[in-house]
């Protein structure tokens, strides 16, 4: 049988059978509602709760499908205008269709009442005697339900009206309890109960071992500061409390000239060490905070050397050549002595390794008399390092910027950063970004160290980073630091190093004293180092000191007999001679100073593939392609008909960078046109699709290298024709430079 009756929405709120509710309304809508269902006899409304309460309109086929039947029991008219009513739940019913009366804007619908289903007599005692048991359970231990409820909880209770009173008063959200309400199946409703009830315990005897846990922690606290206040009184009889150390590192802190935050802050950790237990891990912690933050040199300085004159001379004598680095550390003692606003300048020596980055910058702080510190960031990868970490950490400490300044124990000491092209960027940071706040002297004023957690002055440090490629460097960086290139050395300027430099180090550190003439200089660097600098040329000097000392008592020079004694196999020149076409010497830089190396060019029938081998980088390969149009283009070199295969020799090393196209198109062409490329003509610089020639970096480095390897005539480009005011005078008598602009140039030279 279909019903009629006026529907009462009733918003986050859930109305159960046999459960009374009391409300009171202030919606004229609401009100018309229950004027219109007290009309009846039984006074009855249908009670929904729409799950979607937000929309002010909701749309009539959004309204749930399940209601409750509910009895307006008493109603009462308050002097606000409020309505206050009180519903009873009667049953649920299934909702056919809802109808809204336009004119009054109230909500009716035609429902029938449900069947529920027949349960099994065994199985509804067994859920009952389980609800009622673990119901039972819950209110005993949970201090928000009224034990009157037990009341109500009855076997004879039907399974359904069971599941009502206890769903009533759970704590469940308005989702869970309309949930409840539409599931017509009392036996389900039971089953979810019982979940529902166990995950209430659950949680029910956590929350109480929480609450006894912290009662237990707050007498617990209770008891120490009893315990502590004793123990200071019978402490102080004995003469052995805290309150001298406290008082001393009280007038440390005041005395310190620091701001006024710092200063607070310090005092602050104090009277937290001043009350800690002496056996608790956290004194300790407190006590190394305190000393690390007072010791740090706020305002302890190094008297710094500004004489320019003797800065000058005293480089000049640990350092052959060097030039800009020398100048530029006078200019800055000169402003410095005229001006004590200068500001430090963040410098960047990048060269290959061996050529004296790290050693200039010792002899730097030596004659400024700064302390000196050097930090290795090759591979770091985690910002704290430089940083530190959080002093409530287990074994935390202040990072290596702020360990240099206490190890130095001034605020104005030189620290090297070495090999900052070498920082790795992963999950843990990226120790670039870490650094550019510590380089940048807008922000370094106000260092904060994460162990410190105060700002601290870094502007008066001299940093000198170091790096071998400028490439590599993060860009980041690269705006805030002065860059300044150490050239790789020529073979003269190794023999001027090791006769004025290494010899008398040498010669002093083991006191002997040997005749070494030019010639056998030469000999030991030409035959026995292909290094960029000094360092490996140093070992083989001391080496060969060591065993003339040794083995050749009363011997009283060094002879180039005695070199090849001792110094073994020379080092062979690996550049085979040119005795086929397709085949070209071209000049590459890399982070070991310049090389001199072969491009081979090999075609077979094909359709124009182009292979490239030889350990090359994509800048390289791309070079390679352009060649190949370049050719095609302007020379209608006939390259769709064959496959073609590049290789630069030298596999071991990696090579990459706008260098090599004029070599390659010179192999190129030696191949097509079957001409031979003189073994003693090397090439450097890139070519664009239209034959012009570019720039390129590293040419001192590359003609240092080809003059070693006994090349005669290098082509360079144009553009670079500046470059050759660094080269030394001794290589020009070696070797012949070509400048060119245009690779028909070349061609003129070489094919014609």
Known sequence: MTNYIPVFILNELVILPNQEIKIDLNNDVSKKVIKEASKNDESKVLVIAPKNSIENEPSLKDFPKVGVTAKIKSKLELSNGNLRIVLRGLKRVAIEKYYQNKSTGILKCSYEEVELPELDYVQEMAVKRRLISLTEQYISISPNVSNSILQNLKEDVELNHLTDVITSFMPFNFIKKTDYMECINPLKRAERLIDDLLNEISISNVDK????KLQESLEKGQREYILKEKLKEINSELGNDRSNEVNEL?????????????????????????????????????????DTVINLPWNRRSVENDDAESITKALNESH??????KERIAEYATLKRNSENVASPIICLVGPPGVGKTSIAMAIANCLNRKFYKISVGGLNDSTELIGSRKTYLGAMPGK???????????????LIDEVDKLVKDYKGDPAATLLEILDESQNKFFVDNYIEEPFDLSEVLFILTANEIDKIPNT???RMEIITIDSYSVYEKIDIAKNYLLKAIFEEYNVNFKVSKEVLEYIVTKYTKEPGVRELKRILEKLVRKTFVYESGMKSITINLANKYLGKEIVNYLPKIRDYGIANTLAYTTLGGLTSHVEVSKYPGNGKLTITGNTGDILKESVEVVKSFLTSDYEI???????????????????????????AVAMLSLFEKKLVDGDIAFTGEITLKGEILPVGGIKEKLIAAASEGIKTIFIPKANEMDLIDIPENVFNLVTIKLVSDFTEIYDFLFR
């Open 209 to 212: 071992d929480l609450d006894e």
């Open 638 to 664: 006939d390259t769709n008909s064959f496959n073609i295969h590049v290789h630069f020799m030298a596999g071991s090393l990696k090579k990459d960078g706008p260098s090599a196209g004029v070599s390659v």
């Open 401 to 415: 910027i702020m360990q240099a300044i206490m190890k130095c124990d001034v605020k104005n000491p030189l620290i």
């Open 477 to 479: 960086l690269l705006d």
């Open 250 to 290: 009280n007038d440390i802190v005041n005395g310190l000239k620091i701001n006024r935050n710092t200063k607070n802050k310090l005092l602050s950790e104090i009277r937290k060490y001043a009350i800690s237990s002496e056996y608790s891990p956290e004194s300790a912690l407190l006590k190394n905070y305190i």
């Open 320 to 325: 052959y050549g060097l030039t800009e680095i």
